[in-house]
């Protein structure tokens, strides 16, 4: 009974020390879970809507024409590296493609205190020939601010849909991000390892005496 407890604890304190995967988003309202663009900027935000479905949640974010969205966090840590980018959508079933000299994209401008650009992370722009059809299309990069240059001291998030001449269609974009890339911490390791041994040494103890 007490050896089962003593696995029991191990286990848990193994699983506890787990590198976390599920970091903080910098972003507010990522996802556009509450229903508007509440902690978003906006340049030409009357070509923009909310869309009642979205890659996670209920909600996602759409623009067309030309329409530009945007929000800014603070970087405390550019030496730290980071997931940027999001989620587009190429809708072509609902007759929403980006085609015809259309696109869309996603950048992250990394800047100093004075909001002067010091280096940007970009999709590039994408058409709907970039996109897969009526799927969610993840779009994201591990970057590290300092690779950009020094004196970083905060990001903006950018997504933009432009219309380079006849072309139509919308960007629609869900799950947008700005957060801590996922570095298993060696102590976490270690600590997990220790954990997996003694229960494996204590399972061949107990086979030991069934035998
Ligand atoms: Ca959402
Ligand atoms: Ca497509």
Redesign the pocket.
């Known amino acids: 009974m007490a050896k089962t407890i003593v696995v029991a604890v191990m286990i848990l304190s193994a699983m506890l020390c787990l590198p976390s995967y599920a970091n903080a988003n910098l972003l507010t309202n990522?996802?556009?879970?509450s229903g508007d663009f509440t902690g978003w900027g906006q340049w030409n935000g009357s070509n923009t809507a909310i869309n009642n479905w979205?890659?996670?949640?209920?909600?996602?974010a759409s623009g067309w024409s030309a329409t530009a969205t945007y929000q800014d966090v603070d970087i405390t840590d550019p030496s730290a590296a980071l997931k940027v980018g999001g989620y587009i959508y190429d809708d072509v079933a609902g007759n929403e493609s980006l085609r015809d000299g259309a696109y869309t994209s996603l950048r992250v401008e990394f800047k100093r205190s004075d909001n002067s650009i010091v280096g940007t992370w970009t999709t590039g722009n994408l058409t709907g020939l970039d996109l897969a059809d009526n799927v969610w299309n993840e779009e994201t990069s591990i970057v590290t601010p300092l690779s950009y240059g020094s004196d970083i001291a905060k990001a903006t998030l950018v997504w933009e849909v432009n219309n380079s001449g006849s072309g139509n269609g919308r960007g629609i974009f869900?799950?947008l991000t700005i957060e801590s890339a996922p570095v298993p911490e060696p102590a976490s390791l270690l600590l997990l390892g220790s954990g997996l041994f003694g229960v494996g040494f204590l399972n061949r103890f107990k086979n030991k005496r069934k035998g």
């Open positions: 990522s996802g556009f879970e979205g890659h996670s949640g209920s909600y996602s869900d799950d």
